[in-house]
């Protein structure tokens, strides 16, 4: 990643942005090279690791509350 931050081409279009993470840590990444005036393009810091796996499990795939928590029991998420 040092050398994605340090390529010129990204330094001179301005696309490393830092963002406040929920970790209470900033994180450094590179914004998306699309520009629009009428309709600028916003940021947010990524996931943590995991922070959506049990509501995607539930609401995605469908999965029981049981059904989950055996999941986790047995050490799958």
């Not at 279009?13 to 393009?41: C, D, I, K, Y």
């Amino acid at each position: 990643m040092a050398q994605v931050f340090a390529n010129p081409q990204t330094q001179h279009r301005q696309m490393v942005v830092e963002l406040p993470h929920r970790s209470g840590q900033t994180v450094r990444l590179v914004r998306s090279p699309l520009n629009f005036s009428a309709s600028p393009v916003t940021h947010q810091a990524p996931p943590r690791l995991g922070e959506h796996s049990l509501q995607a499990l539930r609401e995605e795939l469908g999965l029981s509350d049981a059904q989950v928590a055996g999941l986790v029991a047995r050490g799958v998420v």
